[in-house]
């Protein structure tokens, strides 16, 4: 009877976790950039164009390098959110107070053209 023969693992082996865990640390600690385009065309007309960037970095390395949307994000970032609500609400004040100021002004104006009700006398 004959043993299958076991081919070298490309990876090594067992301690693959360890050197999987190595390469990510190094990768998170220095940072790495794919960038791609991908282009549509037929018959020389450019139907559509997809750039692709991809960073892959930790967060201090990424803020190193000056790259922080996600902490502008509303969607991302719960003092975004608050910021935006903030200033959302701020907006929707001052155009309330314009709005009854605007208001309140047409209502001045109306006032004189207006001819004053008469009360009828109530008979005792």
């Known amino acids: 009877m004959t043993t299958p023969r076991r081919l070298p693992d490309p990876y090594g082996g067992p301690s693959s976790g360890a050197n999987l865990a190595d390469i990510l640390e190094r990768v998170l600690d220095k940072g790495i950039v794919i960038a791609g385009d991908i282009r549509i065309n037929l018959l020389d007309i450019e139907l559509l164009t997809v750039k692709l960037r991809l960073i892959v970095a930790s967060v201090d390395k990424a803020k190193e390098m000056g790259i922080d949307w996600w902490e ?53």
Do not use: G, I, M, V
Request: hydrophobic content about 25%.
């Open 72 to 124: 502008s994000d509303p969607a991302l970032s719960s003092r975004a959110r608050r910021n935006e609500l903030t200033r959302e609400n701020t907006e929707l004040r001052a155009r309330l107070e314009r709005l009854e100021a605007s208001r309140e002004a047409e209502e001045l104006e109306a006032a004189p053209r207006q001819a004053p009700r008469r009360r009828k006398k109530e008979s005792p």
